[in-house]
């Protein structure tokens, strides 16, 4: 079955770096889109950044355009978010998102606080 398997959150200050690796498995990684996505407590669950199967058009939420990449490589099956110049509203599980044609496979989400 498809697995996405989200590793590399944790504890940083703020202004520190992180980055984030999902492993996926049981789907052709090269024929889905892959997305992060966060929440934070009490809020919804955004969009972070998004990049195409192919790796070559990304999105970003505002909130982290300048900070945050997103990348891929197809030929280890994994999506990585780099986050640096982390904020404490940044504070939130992050979930790895598997998407194409109307199907869409969710990690189960790795914990990242920013604070002091």
């Known amino acids: 079955q498809v697995q996405l398997v989200e590793s590399g959150g944790g504890l940083v200050q703020p202004g520190g770096s992180l980055r984030l690796s999902c492993a996926a498995s049981?789907?052709?990684?090269?024929?889905?889109?892959m997305s992060w996505y966060r929440q934070a407590p009490g809020k919804e669950r955004e969009l972070v950044a998004i990049v195409s199967s192919n790796g070559g058009n990304t999105n970003y939420a505002d909130s982290v355009k300048g900070r945050f990449t997103i990348s891929r490589d197809n030929a280890k099956n994994t999506v990585y978010l780099q986050m640096n110049s982390l904020k404490p509203e940044d504070t939130a599980v992050y979930y790895c998102?598997?998407?194409?044609?109307?199907?869409?496979?969710w990690g189960q989400g790795t914990q990242v606080t920013v604070s002091s």
């Open positions: 049981g789907l052709t990684f090269s024929n889905y889109a």
């Open positions: 998102v598997a998407g194409r044609l109307g199907f869409r496979k």
